[in-house]
């Protein structure tokens, strides 16, 4: 083990808690997926605890193990589109010192919001995605009134969902469009 390793071992270990995923595995934030996948390898071989089990520094195996679970943690995190996009918009925030790791309860909260999304999109309940799904058929067809129909029915499931209210809306501004035509075709 030469002395610059040590060095080296030494003073990221001691940066660890200072340092966003990017200079973990020494990136760029414009890394291509690309790189991020070469850089977590190379960090990932140069610090991986089995080349250190039978080293005799217990305080060393315990610094390079601490590097090497980091690593791990910033592959995971920048891998995915999705939560590199959250952790980015986090480090270039206004509490970057607070946003350094991505912990559990980040994770939690991006998979509960994805949830209420689709759910929002599609509906809680069964029935209330039936009909929602229904009034989507209609409306397509430009069946105007049984899309009304079938969304009242559908927002009695899940009064609360706004896709569902902001649909009907629109499908209510359209009925009153093509009935003040109609109104229009009859004065004439």
């Not at 003073?11 to 934030?29: M, P, R, S």
């Amino acid at each position: 083990m030469d002395a610059q390793f040590l060095i080296e071992v030494e003073a990221l270990a001691g940066a660890l808690d200072q340092l966003d995923y990017f200079g973990v595995l020494k990136l760029q934030q414009t890394a291509t997926p690309a790189e991020i996948k070469a850089a977590y390898y190379r960090e990932s071989r140069t610090f991986h605890p089995d080349r250190f089990a039978a080293f005799p520094n217990a305080a060393l195996r315990d610094l390079v193990g601490r590097i090497y679970r980091r690593v791990n943690e910033a592959y995971t995190v920048l891998r995915d589109d999705r939560k590199r996009a959250r952790y980015v918009a986090d480090l270039n925030g206004p509490e970057r010192a607070q946003k350094l790791r991505f912990t559990e309860a980040d994770e939690v909260a991006v998979k509960e919001e994805q949830k209420k999304k689709l759910e929002e999109q599609l509906g809680q309940t069964p029935n209330g995605r039936k009909f929602y799904a229904a009034s989507l058929k209609e409306i397509e067809g430009a069946r105007w009134d049984a899309a009304e129909r079938a969304l009242k029915s559908a927002l009695m499931y899940e009064p609360g969902n706004a896709k569902f209210k902001e649909t009907l809306a629109a499908v209510q501004a359209e009925l009153e469009r093509t009935r003040d035509k109609g109104d229009a075709f009859r004065i004439k």
